[in-house]
T-cell receptor, first 110, second 112 residues
Framework: RKEVEQDPGPFNVPEGATVAFNCTYS??????FFWYRQDCRKEPKLLMS???SGNEDGRFTAQLNRASQYISLLIRDSKLSDSATYLC???????????FGQGTTLQVKP | SQTIHQWPATLVQPVGSPLSLECTVE??????LYWYRQAAGRGLQLLFY??????ISSEVPQNLSASRPQDRQFILSSKKLLLSDSGFYLC???????????FGPGTRLTVT
């Protein structure tokens, strides 16, 4: 079983739609979680950290459920520019090593 | 603010040739540094990470090596490239407490 698992998609949604991605992790010792965004042929970029209490940044909301070991990302009012691959990421221990999921591809259509 | 540089941006090398990719970070001291490879259509594979000068940990056995000769410089090398070494090579840095990683623009390597 992969340490961080995501549905690869693709998720095809119309502009303005709300879309949610879920991610599960297997290591209960995971300490921190993040969502990264990767555009085609570009480097991953940090979208947001995920806090236990949940956090929101504009149209993006991230939630962490430690009991069920899953993380979610909600995107409201989708824009064409949101089309990308979204990577769910966990950190284990204090080395700073991150475990990346395979990514979920989002295509927002006009 | 911190910035991370990688070069070259693209590289085409024949099988059996050597490789040297360089990564430098500005605006931070004693960062953790990482080398990843991403094969076409695949996820990120951690190759090496370093918590300090001269301290390198290898994640996967292969014909690649890494070195950290200075605090903010990380080098990925190979003596003889294989076809399977083709991919997108990414350098990243992080720092406590959250260890969020920030990536360089990457080097796209094609071994022919």
């Amino acid at each position: 079983r992969k340490e961080v698992e995501q549905d690869p998609g693709p998720f095809n949604v119309p502009e303005g739609a709300t879309v949610a991605f879920n991610c599960t992790y297997s290591n209960s010792a995971s300490q921190s979680f993040f969502w990264y965004r990767q555009d085609c042929r570009k480097e991953p970029k940090l979208l947001m950290s995920v806090y236990s209490s949940g956090n929101e940044d504009g149209r993006f909301t991230a939630q962490l459920n430690r009991a069920s070991q899953y993380i979610s990302l909600l995107i409201r009012d989708s824009k064409l520019s949101d089309s990308a691959t979204y990577l769910c990421v966990g950190r284990i221990g204090n080395t700073g090593k991150l475990i990346f999921g395979q990514g979920t591809t989002l295509q927002v259509k006009p | 603010s911190q910035t991370i540089h990688q070069w070259p941006a693209t590289l085409v090398q024949p099988v059996g040739s050597p490789l040297s990719l360089e990564c430098t970070v500005e605006g931070t001291s004693n960062p953790n540094l990482y080398w990843y490879r991403q094969a076409a259509g695949r996820g990120l594979q951690l190759l090496f990470y370093s918590v300090g000068i001269g301290q390198i940990s290898s994640e996967v056995p292969q014909n690649l090596s890494a070195s950290r000769p200075q605090d903010r410089q990380f080098i990925l090398s190979s003596k003889k490239l294989l076809l399977s070494d083709s991919g997108f090579y990414l350098c990243a840095w992080s720092a406590p407490p959250l260890y969020e990683q920030y990536f360089g623009p990457g080097t796209r390597l094609t071994v022919t």
